[in-house]
């Protein structure tokens, strides 16, 4: 019998035995669609939707951010590990919330590609459960030490600032 191979999403989906692997096939659809799905000429890269639909303010972003949520609600079925799903979410969020400025966030979807981001996390721990989390912790750990510097920053600046206007 020979081995399948998958020369796209499309086949893949169709070729998928049972209802298991046909969940990872419909994740890694989603995120194909969102991130990859359309080749730049002339680059070597691609993009995809999510670039597109980011251009329009608002409903882009809630539309590409929703379709996001569903990998994430893929993992969280397959119960993997809640830090990684709690990446899963970050990750989301993180192309949501800086995804919404405009251009900025527009040239951010071209970089970060939050949904392909959130696919091999899937497969990681989906296919080892086992796999050690200690990755996942360690991107927390460094996220709580960046947000706490701005924020201890950000009181310094408003503090020298009222100082100096009442001083």
């Known amino acids: 019998m020979r081995p399948m191979v998958r020369t796209s999403y499309r086949s893949a989906a169709r070729a ?86 405009p251009i900025l966030g527009d040239a951010f979807d071209l970089w970060y590609k939050s949904n392909a981001r959130n696919v091999v996390l899937l497969r990681r721990y989906a296919d080892d459960p086992g796999s050690s989390t200690r990755g996942q ?9 960046v947000v706490v510097t701005v924020a201890a920053l950000l009181i310094w600046v408003i503090w020298s600032v009222l100082a100096a206007l009442f001083s």
């Open 16 to 101: 998928a035995p049972g209802p298991a692997a046909r969940a990872g096939t419909d994740v890694e659809l989603i995120a194909w669609l969102l991130d990859n799905s359309i080749p730049v000429p002339g680059t070597g890269r691609r993009i995809g939707i999510d670039a597109i639909i980011g251009l329009v303010p608002g409903l882009g972003d809630l539309l590409s951010g929703g379709l996001g949520l569903l990998i994430v609600a893929r993992a969280a079925q397959r119960r993997l590990p809640n830090v990684v799903v709690a990446r899963m979410l970050t990750n989301v969020a993180l192309d949501f919330v800086i995804g919404s400025v």
């Open 137 to 145: 912790w360690g991107f927390f750990i460094g996220l709580l030490v």
